[in-house]
């Protein structure tokens, strides 16, 4: 049988290097992963087209993918971060053209992919004030034509929420990178940029079909929001294929501490053999492990089956996003 291979293996392999696997993971692992991917990203944009006929439009908006994301709190807040900075930058970028000062530093790094995904922008206070908020539609402040004045000590709740996600991914980030040499976490670092949209912008609308799930041809804002979500869709399959493989390897290592003589009543732990492999020496995530977290992934709560009358019966479901 024929190896599958992903057309976004390199890109893969780095995002889950970042979420905290260390091992290289098999061309196999990759392309599951992948296909994953590209079934959410489907998912998405049928979702997107289906709110956009409602809305009387053929062509899908940021508004749509946003829509979708809205009951995750922290992760609609970082996309709005995103796109804030991604409009500075822009900005920034078209005056600089115009001559209009000294912006090469800042405008240099139009990367729209991991950087801003794992920690967030990090503006200095001269240039905090131009960021611009980016509004959502069912909002209340949208209904008016005045908008609020907003004070600057006032932080809403999901800006909150957003704070303790990126404090405790930046703690994880610390954790798998205090240990690293200079090399190390230069390549870890380089690591962070990997994208499946950023300067593939072709590439990916072929891969992921959008002349055929929609007719609409959508802007590079949609196609920057959507690798946005594909790094968070890789990272959270990675860390929960993590916790299905610790949970298994600890598993394994009971039923071979179990083998250990009984004395007094207790299981004395098996003695190291000569040839018994090193202990930090641990194998990559395998498919069943992604497979099993992408089934935790999916899991819905028991409220749900109450529409159903808390009926056992098959019932077909549509696709989670993650």
């Excluded at 599958?4 to 890109?11: G, P, Q, R, V």
């Excluded at 115009?98 to 995904?117: I, L, Q, T």
């Excluded at 994208?195 to 196609?223: C, L, Q």
């Excluded at 018994?276 to 194998?283: F, K, T, V, W």
Aim: charged residues 35%; contains cysteine; aromatic residues 8%.
């Amino acid at each position: 049988m024929a190896e599958k291979l992903a057309k976004y293996k390199i890109e893969i392999q780095q995002m889950m290097f970042v979420s905290g696997e260390t091992a290289d993971p098999s061309a196999e692992t990759t392309w599951v992963i992948e296909e994953i991917v590209r079934q959410q990203v489907i998912e998405m944009l049928v979702q997107c087209t289906s709110q956009a006929a409602r809305r009387g439009s053929r062509s899908i908006s940021t508004d749509d993918l946003l829509f979708l994301i809205r009951h995750d709190k922290a992760k609609t807040s970082r996309l709005r971060t995103f796109l804030s900075w991604k409009d500075v930058r822009k900005n920034v970028k078209t005056s600089d053209d115009k001559g209009g000062g000294d912006s090469g530093d800042f405008a240099g790094g139009d990367d729209p992919g991991a950087a801003d995904v794992l920690n967030g922008p990090v503006p200095d206070a001269g240039k905090k004030g131009k960021k611009a908020k980016i509004g959502l539609p069912w909002e209340v402040s949208s209904f008016y034509n005045e908008p609020v004045p907003e004070r600057e000590d006032e932080e809403d709740e999901e800006e909150e929420e957003m704070n303790f996600a990126t404090l405790q991914r930046l703690k994880k980030a610390d954790e798998r990178t205090k240990n690293m040499t200079k090399e190390e976490y230069v390549n870890w670092s380089e690591c962070r940029q990997a994208s499946f949209t950023f300067r593939k912008g072709k590439r990916f609308r072929e891969w992921a079909g959008f002349g055929v799930v929609t007719d609409s041809k959508p802007n590079d804002d949609i196609v920057d929001i959507l690798g946005f979500l594909t790094f968070e869709i890789v990272q959270t399959l990675t860390e929960e294929a993590l916790k299905v493989k610790e949970a298994e390897d600890l598993c394994k290592k009971d039923s071979v501490d179990g083998a250990g003589e009984i004395t007094n009543g207790r299981k004395r732990k098996r003695e190291r053999g000569l040839f018994d492999p090193p202990e930090d020496d641990r194998e990559a995530v395998q498919p069943r492990h992604v497979q099993e977290a992408f089934r935790r992934l999916q899991h819905r709560p028991n409220k749900s089956r109450a529409l159903r009358g808390f009926s056992r019966t098959p019932f077909r479901q549509p696709l989670k996003l993650i």
